[in-house]
């Protein structure tokens, strides 16, 4: 049972543009989602998270939002650089706990 | 602040052995949790420790085992080694604040079953 949900494997956008990338997840006791960035045979950097009670955080280029009626949160990227080039998984937790539960990863290229 | 340490970064074990990894997290923070990650499986949540208590399991075989000590360093160890062990492992180290939540990883430790 896959509770947390990456569609698209891959996705490429032009340098300067926004990237959007969607994750979805069965669980409504999921607290917590947080996204990261990864290289191969790296572990996985933090970039940002948003905790169930809000829709919306910001960070730099990067902004999540989560609409939990539909289950849903998106990553953007404005504007998109070449070096934003990776993989990037969303995760979910619940309170009180620190077990994180992964999507399959987007593959983001990001063109010059 | 030093980030998230894991040794060794590489590692590679005949079947049937064992392996021991570790894992400090950042300074502070008391929870580690371990993940495994391989090709086709993904990232996979391993265990999760908060000051020397496992909380949670994941769907691992009992020979996947860890622990965490007083300092919050964690190891986990893995017995009987099989090729599909090979994997990169993971740790993270999390804290929880103001309703916002960091999680950091290591670079992960590359174990190599042959």
């Known amino acids: 049972d896959q509770q947390v949900k990456q569609n698209s494997p891959s996705l490429s956008v032009q340098e300067g543009r926004i990237s959007i990338l969607n994750c979805d997840y069965t669980?409504?006791?999921?607290?917590?989602f947080l996204w990261y960035k990864k290289y191969p045979a790296e572990g996985p950097t933090f970039l940002i998270s948003i905790s169930s009670i809000k829709d919306k955080n910001e960070d730099g280029r990067f902004t999540v939002f989560l609409n939990k009626s539909a289950k849903h949160l998106s990553l953007h990227i404005v504007p998109s650089q070449p070096g934003d080039s990776a993989v990037y998984f969303c995760?979910?937790?619940?309170?009180?706990?620190?077990?994180?539960?992964f999507g399959t990863g987007t593959r983001l290229k990001v063109l010059a | 602040k030093a980030g998230v340490t894991q040794t060794p970064r590489y590692l590679i074990k005949t079947r049937g052995q064992q392996v021991t990894l570790s894992c400090s997290p950042i300074?502070?923070?008391?929870?580690v949790s371990w993940y495994q990650q391989t090709p086709g499986q993904g990232l996979q949540f391993l265990f999760e420790y908060f000051s020397e208590t496992q909380r949670n399991k994941g769907n691992f075989p009992g020979r996947f085992s860890g622990r965490q000590f007083s300092n919050s360093r964690s190891e986990m160890n893995v017995s009987t080694l099989e090729l599909g062990d090979s994997a990169l492992y993971l740790c993270?180290?999390?804290?929880?604040?103001?309703?916002?939540?960091?999680?950091?990883f290591g670079q992960g430790t590359r174990l190599t079953v042959v």
């Open positions: 300074s502070g923070h008391r929870s």
């Open positions: 993270a180290s999390s804290l929880v604040w103001d309703s916002q939540i960091e999680a950091f």
């Open positions: 669980n409504s006791m999921f607290d917590y």
């Open positions: 995760a979910a937790s619940r309170s009180g706990t620190y077990k994180y539960i």
